[in-house]
């Protein structure tokens, strides 16, 4: 394969810029007993009469694909091994300022271009076996004129296993002219799994402001801010993509056919969708942590109009008992006979209408009782 003119980009576009953070926890597939997962290679290959996958190519068996000149979706799964994705990304013709984007990670999610040769790096999102924990894999491609390169942080028994079978059963068969489509078919399929875990959230926290009206707890604001900060990972992996996408689609690359770019503009309009609603759902957070709020300062006030209630009741009752309890030798009462049994019912009746005078205006209702 003839090698690419070489070019010179713009001083630190193409710089690896890796995040301080992984957006969510890493997949427990990433790592095996003694490390991590072992970099696997396979194949497709677009020949004119049917794809052909090959699975558990080695990397003398994968260049000498290479060599043959046919259309190739090459992919490889697990990082373990950089030197054989470096040795493959070098068989592609790809330049080797592209490496660091797609092997170090976790790597910003980025589209960039140079000459013939286009790069991606997206995450890969979902839900661990706690839905309110978020885990990444980092998935990075390439795409050249002859050959579509996809790069999983996360080993999987089959990559993109849809896709795959859409390639196989294709009649009729997929062209080099496909590669771009598949491009931003893969990313699709990487963009489309956020929709249901939005669902998922959307539905979460509908739960969880309903739960906020009726029995307001801690760990109710616990959970919230855990979506909260769910959605916001979400958020910071699609804000670098809004711009970088509308950026790719004002150049002219040569490498995109008129139907990819098609699929690039569907792509940002997705990206902006998603976008849209996760910043629906984090104000839906807002108003769990207000109905919580709310809730939690009815049952306060409840607690304070209870003891105000009781106070209101027992005043009088203590003033009476003041007077009655001072030992001045000339106090007309202290030689009662029935004194003391007249102060008795004096102050219950004196407690029996101040009850009744406050039941009559509503103060011994409950605000706060559970709701169905």
Same mark, same amino acid.
């Given at each position: 394969?003839?090698?690419?003119?070489?070019?010179?980009?713009?001083?630190?576009?193409?710089?690896?810029?890796?995040?301080?953070?992984?957006?969510?926890?890493?997949?427990?597939?990433?790592?095996?007993?003694?490390?991590?997962?072992?970099t696997?290679?396979?194949?497709v290959?677009?020949?004119?009469?049917?794809?052909?996958?090959?699975?558990?190519?080695?990397?003398?068996?994968?260049?000498?694909?290479?060599?043959?000149?046919?259309?190739?979706?090459?992919?490889i799964?697990?990082?373990?091994q950089?030197?054989?994705?470096?040795a493959?990304l070098e068989?592609?013709?790809?330049p080797?300022?592209?490496?660091?984007?797609?092997?170090?990670?976790?790597q910003?999610?980025?589209v960039?271009?140079?000459?013939?040769?286009i790069a991606?790096?997206?995450?890969?999102l979902?839900?661990?076996?706690?839905?309110?924990?978020?885990?990444?894999?980092?998935? &990075?491609?390439v795409?050249?004129?002859?050959?579509?390169?996809?790069?999983?942080?996360?080993p999987?028994?089959e990559?993109?296993?849809?896709?795959?079978?859409?390639?196989?059963q294709?009649?009729?068969?997929?062209?080099?002219?496909?590669r771009?489509?598949?491009?931003?078919?893969?990313?699709?399929?990487?963009?489309?799994?956020?929709?249901?875990?939005?669902?998922?959230?959307?539905?979460?926290?509908?739960?969880?402001e309903?739960?906020?009206?009726?029995?307001?707890?801690?760990?109710?604001?616990?959970?919230?801010?855990q979506?909260? &900060?769910?959605?916001?990972?979400?958020?910071?992996?699609l804000?670098?993509?809004r711009h970088?996408?509308?950026?790719f689609?004002?150049?002219?690359?040569?490498?995109?056919g008129p139907?990819?770019?098609?699929?690039?503009?569907?792509?940002?309009?997705?990206?902006?969708?998603?976008?849209?609603?996760?910043?629906?759902?984090?104000?839906?957070?807002?108003?769990?942590?207000?109905?919580h709020?709310?809730?939690?300062?009815?049952?306060?006030?409840?607690?304070m109009?209870t003891?105000?209630?009781?106070?209101?009741?027992?005043?009088?009752?203590?003033?009476?008992? &003041?007077?009655?309890?001072m030992?001045?030798?000339?106090m007309?009462?202290?030689d009662w006979?029935?004194?003391?049994?007249a102060?008795?019912?004096?102050?219950?009746?004196?407690?029996?209408?101040?009850?009744a005078?406050?039941?009559r205006?509503?103060?011994?209702?409950?605000?706060?009782g559970?709701r169905?």
């Amino acid at each position: 394969m003839p090698s690419l003119p070489q070019l010179r980009p713009t001083p630190g576009s193409l710089d690896s810029r890796r995040l301080e953070d992984r957006p969510g926890q890493m997949p427990t597939s990433l790592y095996l007993a003694d490390g991590r997962a072992n970099t696997t290679l396979s194949a497709v290959v677009l020949e004119p009469q049917a794809s052909v996958l090959h699975r558990q190519l080695s990397l003398e068996q994968l260049q000498g694909l290479i060599q043959q000149g046919a259309p190739l979706w090459i992919r490889i799964c697990g990082i373990a091994q950089p030197h054989r994705i470096a040795a493959v990304l070098e068989a592609c013709g790809v330049p080797e300022v592209f490496t660091p984007l797609v092997i170090e990670t976790p790597q910003v999610p980025r589209v960039d271009s140079l000459g013939e040769v286009i790069a991606l790096v997206v995450h890969r999102l979902r839900f661990a076996v706690d839905p309110m924990n978020l885990v990444s894999d980092q998935v &990075g491609m390439v795409l050249t004129r002859r050959v579509l390169i996809s790069i999983e942080e996360a080993p999987s028994a089959e990559p993109f296993p849809s896709l795959t079978d859409w390639l196989l059963q294709k009649r009729p068969a997929a062209t080099a002219e496909d590669r771009d489509d598949l491009l931003h078919y893969l990313v699709d399929h990487l963009l489309d799994g956020i929709f249901p875990m939005l669902e998922q959230m959307a539905s979460r926290l509908d739960d969880l402001e309903e739960t906020a009206l009726r029995d307001p707890r801690p760990r109710v604001l616990n959970r919230t801010y855990q979506l909260r &900060g769910n959605l916001r990972r979400i958020r910071q992996q699609l804000w670098p993509l809004r711009h970088q996408i509308l950026l790719f689609l004002r150049q002219n690359q040569p490498v995109m056919g008129p139907d990819g770019l098609l699929g690039f503009q569907e792509m940002a309009q997705n990206v902006e969708q998603i976008f849209e609603s996760c910043e629906i759902l984090r104000h839906q957070c807002d108003a769990v942590t207000e109905a919580h709020m709310a809730s939690s300062g009815n049952r306060m006030n409840q607690i304070m109009k209870t003891l105000t209630i009781v106070s209101t009741i027992f005043a009088p009752l203590t003033f009476i008992a &003041g007077i009655y309890g001072m030992n001045f030798a000339n106090m007309p009462e202290l030689d009662w006979r029935y004194g003391y049994t007249a102060a008795l019912l004096l102050m219950g009746a004196i407690a029996t209408i101040q009850t009744a005078m406050l039941w009559r205006r509503g103060w011994f209702e409950d605000w706060t009782g559970s709701r169905r």
